[in-house]
């Protein structure tokens, strides 16, 4: 048996391979905009548009924002150094939605995400599982569709739906009760130390922080995520082992 009846997850760089797709999807872009860029201009544009997207997503989770507000601001602040202009709405939806293209063709699960999912299941054919993401919900649910995800999630809550963002304890507070469960019988996994595991332990849930990258936190993060007993893994691949330990 796993230690949680309900195991639920992030979906953007837990699930998802989220940063490769928009980093092939940004390089495409680039060569529209300047062919000549050299290889190190290249990379440090793709970089920068990783902070806008980082920057006014955040501008639309706190509500500042509306959703195609967060994008039309990313696609205006990325051409603005090229002489594009993207000042009419119809202009920078039109140009986001080029950019999306090279998006959706590089979706991809992370290589481990369905063999840890099915290896949970194995040790206990009763796990539950679902989904908690900061979004959109019509647009994550195409991802969950074309990746093949879908049928083994019983519940996907996503804050665009729910009007809640995580890591406020509404949002998984919703998932909770949805799936009828007290929260020590919840495990919630996902890629960001705060806005996931802290968010999640903080409303009595397991959990779990995938740092893949070998972040440092913060030192304040840090102190938190051990007093309410976050765990940390670096791959999917580790999780059936903690879950069943």
Same mark, same amino acid.
């Given at each position: ?6 195991? /639920?997850?992030?979906? #953007? ?7 490769? @797709?928009?980093?092939? *999807?940004?390089?495409?872009? /680039? ?10 201009? =290249? !990379? ?27 994008? !039309?601001?990313? =696609? ?14 119809? +202009? ?28 949970? !299941? ?13 979004? #959109?919900?019509?647009?994550?649910? =195409? ?14 809550? *996503?804050?665009? +739906? ?6 406020? =304890? ?12 007290? @929260? ?16 999640? @332990? ?7 922080? /995938? ?9 304040? #993060?840090?102190?938190?995520? @051990? *007093? ?5 893994? !670096? ?9 069943? *330990?």
């Amino acid at each position: 048996m796993t230690a949680a009846s309900v195991i /639920l997850f992030d979906l #953007d760089d837990t699930l998802f391979a989220h940063r490769e @797709a928009v980093d092939a *999807a940004a390089a495409t872009t /680039l060569r529209t905009l300047d062919p000549q860029l050299d290889e190190d201009t =290249a !990379r440090a544009e793709v970089a920068r548009w990783t902070e806008l997207e980082e920057r006014h997503y955040h501008r639309y989770l706190s509500g500042e924002l509306d959703y195609l507000g967060q994008r !039309r601001a990313r =696609a205006r602040d990325f051409v603005a150094p090229y002489g594009v202009d993207l000042s009419a709405d119809e +202009a920078a939806e039109a140009w986001f939605l080029d950019y999306l293209h090279g998006y959706r063709d590089a979706w991809m699960l992370h290589d481990e995400s369905l063999s840890t999912m099915s290896a949970l !299941r194995s040790a206990d054919p009763g796990v539950r599982f679902g989904l908690i993401t900061n979004g #959109d919900l019509d647009f994550q649910m =195409a991802k969950l569709d074309v990746l093949g995800l879908t049928p083994h999630l019983e519940h996907v809550i *996503a804050s665009g +739906a729910v009007g809640v963002t995580k890591p406020d =304890a509404g949002i998984f507070e919703i998932a909770l009760e949805l799936f009828g469960v007290a @929260a020590h019988e919840a495990a919630y996994v996902g890629d960001r130390l705060r806005t996931d595991a802290i968010g999640a @332990a903080s409303v009595g849930m397991l959990g779990i922080w /995938l740092n893949r990258h070998g972040i440092v936190p913060a030192s304040e #993060d840090r102190a938190q995520a @051990a *007093a309410l007993g976050v765990r940390t893994i !670096r791959n999917l691949t580790e999780l059936p082992n903690l879950l069943t *330990a």
